[in-house]
Each structure stands twice: as C-alpha cells, then as structure tokens.
C-alpha cells in the first residue's frame, strides 16, 4: 500500500450513503468500497426530508475507516443525487433538514408558470424546467415556508452543505449548480433574468469553485475525534451524474453514454450548450459537466420501474436475485404490451405491476410484467438515442452504460438488440471513478479530461454487447419499438 495514495471519494445516493478510496499507483486507480449505509427521505408531517447529520455521521465513519484501512488521507471529494439543498440562517447555523425533491412544492409552483415564463426560463439557462429543480423548491419554501426563506442567508446544495459541514467553507460547485436552473450555462454564472424574474434574494448564491481547485481543509475538530489527519477538501463534478460520465471509456471526444441507476441519465458530452425550441420540446436539458463540458441529456426513468416491481414481489417476505427476475421475464416467448416509462403514473405509484396493468390496459402475468419492464425501458433508451442524433447532428456506433445500472447484462443486450449498435458496459462504479480522477488535479493542474479518462480506462473492465444476429429476434425487436413510438 505504501506507494500508493489514498483518495477518499463521498457518493451519496438516494438509496445509499457510500465512502471508496481510491488506491493511485501513479498509472491506475483502484476503488476499494469502505462504508455503505441505507439512505432514505423521511416523512414528517406529510413532508419528506433528508437527514443530513446522519449523513454527515456516517461519512465521518467512512473517513475513518478509509484511514485505519489504507493510510492518510490524500484529499477528499464530495458527489451527491442532485437539486437538493439546505438553507444556513443569519447565526449562521442550518435552518432545519434539507426538503426532498419527492414534495409537491416544486409542482404548485410549476403549474402557476405560464407557457412563455418557462420558455424564457429554458432560453436563459438551457436546462429544461422539471418540477424536481431547484428553482421551484426554492420559490415553494419562499411560498409555503416563508419563515425558512425569510431567515435564509445562504443556499448549500447537498454536496455543498457537506463541504460546509467537513471544512466550515461556503462555496458552490459548478455541476451540482447546473441542477438548479438558475445557472446560464451558456457562461456558467447566475442569470440575472432568472434571479430579477423571481426576485430572488442573489446573495443567498455561493460563489463557484474550479474543479482541481482545494477549496477547504477538514475541519481540525472533526480530525482530532476521527484520529485521522487534516486533508484537503477538492472540488470535482459534484452532481453523480457528471462524475459519471468523466469515467466513460470512450475512444473519442463524441459519445453516447447512459449513466444508469434509479435515473436513466441519457446523453453525449457538449463544449458548448445546444439551445433552441427542438432541445426545449423533445425535454433534453444542457447540464454541467466536468471542466466546462456540457452534459446533453435527457433525465429518463430508469431502475427505478423495475427496483419497484421487485419491492412488490418481495411484499410477502420472499426474495428474489436479479438473475431470478430476468429468468422470468425471459420465460416469455410472445409479444408483451410495452408502456412509456417516463408517463407520470410510474412516477412514485403504490403498486408497480398494477400501474403497468392499468397503463396497458391488460391483466399481466408478472413475468410478463417483468418482461414488458425490459423492453419498454430498452424502447424508452433507443428513442432518446434517436433524438439525441436528430439534436446534435451526429450518427453514434456505441452507445456507453455507467453506474450500477450497468450490471444488468439482460437490458444490456436488448438494449443493443433494439438500438443496433454496441453496448459497451462499465464501469460500475462510476461516479467514484469519475470523482477520484478530477481530484488527481489537486496535483497536476494541467491534466486535461481525456488524459483523465485514459487513466480512468486502463483502471476499469467493460464487458460489450453486440446486437442479435437472429433475424426473428430483430423482427420482434422492431414490432416492439413501432408499439412504443405509437404511444406519443
Ligand atoms: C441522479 C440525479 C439526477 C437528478 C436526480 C434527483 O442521481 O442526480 O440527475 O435529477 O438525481
């Protein structure tokens, strides 16, 4: 271990709070996951919160244990789900537990906009207006909690409040920033057209850091009671999504990737945004990516239909493998209905295989189920793929699946089956990767993203999907995408 240094990556999902470290040789990386504990939003009241301080908690474990395990701490950096944030009062302390974006308050706000306000809102910052956003959770807190905004000094989203918490610094990072829509990604500032057309308090917005950049150090306190030494805070792609993404494998500058977990991330890597009414329509939205990239995106359902199928299943106390779920979705040999993953009534529904029943309008066997799972989320990634093509003008061979999601060599390969072009699977852990290879620039500034994903690529195994060459398969494959395109 002694040669190698011991970069300490925080990824906190909304299922999951993890610390890895990640082992540099001076050529590879490799990740060693140290602490992984459930994440869950709470419901108090009817309002459901992130508990931030056991969040902040368990970190502080991982840390340690990081420490015990591989030696001191080289540097830290933070990467979190995004939009989410907590307000600090004018004591400076934090005002109460961070709102999830599950709450409706996003959604009032939203429905009060009108047609022209949102497009507005699109053209001065490129990101699409979800109800999820930032921007509408704010402008809900300023509405429905106004005693929270009122006493509000400072804005922190996630990633950000848990730099506060670890280093006592008020800063912002640019990518998570993106998740706001309050950031013109065309110059990554503030929009002052955003901020003027809400008369939003501006200073309630930290400043920015530069990715590579040490912003802070562990706070001497929190080192002194972990036995651990003081390490450096570095700022890197703090939303999951664009840390992902820095870990794709790819050969060239232009490619496709999905960064798959609960979200189906969908997209190509941009130097500059694309903005214009065919973006705005077909719901892709120019996120922040790392070193001023721009992640061209579509926010897509993912995981998230069939985690929730299996929840179900297992409602009577018996388990099922992944493996075990696929067998049962592949035991079906006919034609299956497919449905829109993205339609709102697979957004939070009680009971998954009764949504999909009902959205297809028919009494489903639950391998059949499973199995219209599969492919409507296969159809949903070819169409997006297709707009994404029509967008940016550009023909793609391989498509890239990053994060957990890309275990499932099942949707692996129905989803090469149905797009026709490769799939090219891993790594898994993606945002890690990606987080521990921006934090390498704490030590050589001039280090460029491909360098960084050439390190990244001989860290990490891939496993590739080539399409069927079964012609009844690909005929089926067809049928089903010509059922799906007729949903819209
Ligand atoms: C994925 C993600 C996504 C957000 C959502 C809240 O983890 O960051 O980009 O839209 O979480």
Redo the contacts with the bound molecule.
């Keep these: 271990m002694e040669n190698k240094k011991n970069y300490v990556a925080f990824d906190c ?1 909304n299922s999951s709070v993890r610390v890895l470290s990640g082992l540099f040789d001076g050529e590879k990386i490799e990740t060693k996951l140290i602490h992984q504990v459930p994440n869950e939003a709470i419901n108090v009241n009817g309002i459901f919160y992130w508990d931030i301080l056991y969040i902040f908690r368990e970190l502080q474990i991982g840390l340690q244990k990081a420490f015990i395990k591989y030696g001191p701490v080289e540097s830290v950096g933070i990467s979190t ?3 989410d944030f907590g307000l600090l009062g004018k004591s400076g302390q934090l005002l109460g537990n961070p709102l999830c ?1 599950r709450n409706d308050f996003g959604e009032k706000v939203l429905n009060n906009l009108s047609k022209d306000e949102k497009d507005k809102i699109f053209k001065a910052t490129g990101i699409l207006d979800h109800p ?1 956003n930032s921007l509408y959770q704010l402008l809900g807190i300023k509405e429905y909690l106004p005693e929270y905004y009122k006493e509000a000094e400072k804005f922190l989203l996630i990633p950000d409040l848990l730099a506060w918490l670890f280093t006592g610094v008020i800063c912002g990072e640019p990518t998570i920033a993106s ?1 706001t829509q309050i950031l013109n990604m065309r110059n990554w500032s503030y929009s002052s057209e955003v901020i003027d057309h809400f008369q939003l308090n501006k200073s309630l917005l930290p400043s920015l850091t530069k990715h590579g950049e040490v912003y802070g150090e562990l706070k001497y306190n929190i080192a002194d009671s972990l036995k651990i030494n003081v390490c450096p805070f570095v700022s890197i792609p703090s ?3 664009a840390s992902a993404v820095v870990s794709v494998p790819a050969m060239s500058d232009d490619f496709l990737f999905i960064s798959s ?3 189906s ?1 969908i997209g190509t890597e941009l130097k500059e945004p694309i903005i214009n009414d065919d973006v705005y329509r077909e719901g892709f939205a120019n996120e922040g990516g790392a070193l001023g990239t721009i992640t061209f995106l579509k ?1 897509s359902t993912g995981m998230h239909i069939l985690q929730n199928i299996k929840r179900v299943m297992e409602k009577e106390g018996e388990k099922y493998s992944w493996d075990e779920l696929v067998k049962m979705a592949d035991s079906c040999k006919g034609i299956i209905p497919v449905f829109d993953p993205n339609d709102k009534s697979f957004y939070n529904p009680q009971d998954m295989p009764v949504a999909i029943c009902d959205y297809t309008g028919k009494e489903l066997s639950i391998e059949e189920v499973l199995a219209s799972a599969y492919i409507s989320l296969a159809c949903s990634y070819k169409r997006s793929i297709e707009k994404i093509e029509n967008l940016s003008d550009k023909q793609y061979n391989v498509i890239h699946i990053v994060g957990g999601g890309c275990r499932n060599d099942y949707l692996n390969q129905i989803t090469s089956d149905i797009s026709g072009k490769i799939v090219i699977a891993g790594p898994e852990e993606a945002t890690s990767f990606g987080n521990i290879g921006i934090q390498l620039k704490k030590d050589q500034q001039d280090l460029t993203l491909p360098q960084i994903r050439h390190i990244l690529k001989k860290s990490i195994s891939t496993r590739s999907f080539n399409p069927a060459k079964d012609q009844h398969l690909l005929i089926k494959m067809e049928t089903y995408y010509e059922k799906y395109k007729e949903l819209f």
């Design positions: 999902g789900w995004g939009i974006y999820m998740t939303h999951d999504t977990g609960t979200w991330l926010n």
